[in-house]
């Protein structure tokens, strides 16, 4: 079954103005974090929530709010990341345009949380759609003091400033996002220090996915024991899956997590289209190991996910059904993160360059004995090797379709030709 | 001045949010952006002339940066994903049938400055694929049909 505790007023078309979420109960959590709760109690609400970051890390939310240190004479910051641009990810985007103000609210009180009175929210520049609505609401907000000053007469004062970006997938990585937010050119920083001790203007700032944030004004409402009566014990709650590619019903799906993949690609998604047969599954986001037909059944939480050998990432499925090459798929990926290195470090710059090469000239029916060997070798070193994990995104597709594609690989290069003929036409 | 008053009060409005000047150079690269269709040095020059920051750092800037073309493209700039999610569903053969109808190939405008036409990674509409983007609009579940609907259209507009 569907759970719908973000996407509960999703298809309610009045939960876009400020009247409609107030009316379906928003704000209420922002009064009761400000009226009756200290910052600590919020943070600790959220640590026994067991809310973990959906931006692709996992990261515990609360642990990370905690790491702000208390009394420092400089600012903090929090800062939303709306950046939303890993392949395969389209839930951001619906929930900012559906429902800004449930964005707002968690940005409000996780801003309280950790003592910032300026945040942001960088939304990617091509957002058309969602950069209005979100524009459109924060003004809403501050017209009703859920935003500016003196909010809730609690003497709290919180600015949200809307950022947008330039096109850049890179600017999704935290420290690439603070640069980006500084005038610079969007480029990863080296941790440690880490944001949370100096980030933007090298002061204490969180950044934390829209997902991840719009969770949180559920949790201050309900109570950490209703989050975690959902889902597993160690992936409470619920999560938003991106359900694209091969697919009958391709669409966003809010679930418990733990529910197995198989019921979001067949009984929600309608199966495999074309009448074809499931040949892999790229669970999380483009960035993550691929998965065969024999692991649909494998639930849908970051331990069992990393248990199959993939991760749950950003909750993007890509599902691939058998008249697909996977060579053909992977060109397409590291053409991708080739694009898209920034550039700073060596490894992720050359390297992703020279996998496009080798992946290309196989793709085109040029490549060479040996080809497969030197693209293990590249990926190794890439693997954990970069600044930031741009250069592992970009590897670990490759690594999961050559160990588990390796003979179509070996097929493309002894043939010159695909193993498989892509079937797919613009219709 | 090729930034029009409007786009200098946006860009002056922008600026001040900021607890540092620099962070409105993106802000400000998006307004004469949404303004010209496209950057140039001699925006930057206004820029910097405006926020206060020196032009190289505009540019330096301005350069990391794909979504803005920075060189003039037509009315309209389509922008097909081709990532793969569309790709599955046929991106490539959009891009073809785009070519067709336009009669320009990718990376090119057509002659009456109206097309420019261009590959673009994944735009976070993935679910709704194959789409595209003209200008700051999402055009979603697209097929040959839709696409002839929209280009009619926007050349009646045009
Ligand atoms: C290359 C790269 C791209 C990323 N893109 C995004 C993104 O678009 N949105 C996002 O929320 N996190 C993205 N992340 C993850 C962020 O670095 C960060 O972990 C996240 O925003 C933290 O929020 P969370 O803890 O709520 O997930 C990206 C990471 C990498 C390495
Ligand atoms: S892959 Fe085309 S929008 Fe995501």
Not at chain 1, 53 to 62: H, W
Not at chain 1, 278 to 292: E, R
Request: hydrophobic residues 35%; aromatic residues 8%; contains cysteine.
């Amino acid at each position: 079954m569907e759970k719908r505790v973000l996407f509960k007023h999703i298809d309610d078309p009045e939960q876009v103005t400020v009247k409609g979420y107030v009316s379906n109960g928003g704000y209420r959590a922002w009064e009761k974090a400000l009226k009756s709760m200290k910052p600590a109690d919020v943070i600790d609400e959220v640590k026994r929530s067991g809310l973990r970051g959906r931006g692709g890390a996992g990261f515990p939310a609360g642990l990370k709010w905690s790491f702000v240190p208390k009394g420092s004479p400089r600012p903090s910051y929090l800062i939303c990341n709306a950046d939303e641009s890993e392949p395969g990810t389209c839930k951001d985007r619906e929930l900012m345009e559906c429902d800004p103000h449930g964005v707002i609210e968690g940005i409000a009180i996780a801003a309280y949380a950790i003592g910032s009175h300026i945040s942001f929210i960088y939304i990617r520049g091509e957002f058309g759609g969602p950069i209005r609505a979100m524009e459109r609401a924060i003004e809403e907000a501050y017209a009703k003091g859920y935003l500016g000053r003196n909010i809730f007469g609690s003497g709290y004062d919180l600015e949200l400033i809307a950022h947008t970006g330039g096109g850049a997938y890179i600017c999704g990585e935290e420290t690439a996002l603070l640069n980006s937010l500084e005038g610079e050119r969007g480029m990863s920083r080296i941790r440690p220090p880490f944001p949370a001790v100096e980030g933007l203007y090298a002061c204490p700032t969180v950044v934390n996915n829209v997902e991840t944030l719009s969770t949180v004004p559920h949790i201050i409402n309900n109570g950490a024991a209703w989050y975690t009566s959902m889902g597993t014990e160690k992936s409470p709650g619920t999560k938003i899956f991106s359900l694209s590619g091969h697919v009958n019903k391709p669409a966003n799906y809010e679930l418990e997590l733990g529910t197995p993949l198989s019921y979001l690609i067949n009984d929600l998604g309608g199966g495999i289209s074309g009448g074809h047969r499931l040949k892999a599954i790229i669970p999380g986001g483009s960035s993550t190991p691929f998965l065969l037909p024999g692991q649909i059944e494998t639930p849908l939480d970051y331990e069992s996910l990393t248990e199959a050998g993939s991760m749950l990432g950003s909750g993007g499925v890509i599902v691939v059904h058998d008249k697909t090459c996977i060579v053909w798929v992977i060109e397409r990926l590291i053409h991708f993160y080739r694009h898209e290195s920034c550039g700073k470090c060596t490894p992720c710059r050359e390297g992703t360059g020279w996998l496009e090469q080798l992946i290309s000239r196989i793709e085109r029916g040029e490549g060479t004995p040996g080809d497969l060997e030197k693209i293990d070798s590249i990926c190794d070193n890439i693997m954990g090797r970069t600044i930031c994990p741009l250069g592992d995104a970009a590897v670990m597709p490759i690594q999961s379709t050559l160990r588990l594609f390796r003979d179509e690989w070996q097929y493309h290069i002894d043939h010159k030709s695909c193993l498989v003929k892509s079937e797919f036409e613009f219709a | 001045m090729i930034l029009n008053e409007q786009s200098i009060a946006e860009i002056r409005e922008k600026m001040v949010k900021y607890p540092r000047r620099k962070s409105a150079i993106l802000p400000a690269l998006t307004v004469a952006y949404r303004q010209i269709g496209h950057l140039n040095e001699d925006l930057y020059g206004e820029i910097s002339k405006i926020i206060e920051i020196p032009v190289v750092e505009i540019a330096e800037a301005a350069s990391f940066y794909t979504m803005f073309p920075k060189h003039p493209v037509g009315k309209y700039l389509i922008q097909v994903c081709h990532n793969i999610s569309c790709a599955l569903l046929g991106a490539d053969g959009l891009v073809r049938y785009l070519e067709k109808k336009l009669e320009i190939r990718k990376g090119e405008t057509t002659p009456d400055n109206l097309f420019t036409l261009i590959t673009v990674e994944c735009l976070g509409s993935c679910s709704t694929a194959p789409m595209m983007q003209i200008n700051d609009r999402y055009y979603e579940n697209l097929t040959r049909e839709k696409v002839d609907t929209i280009l009619d259209e926007l050349r009646k507009q045009a």
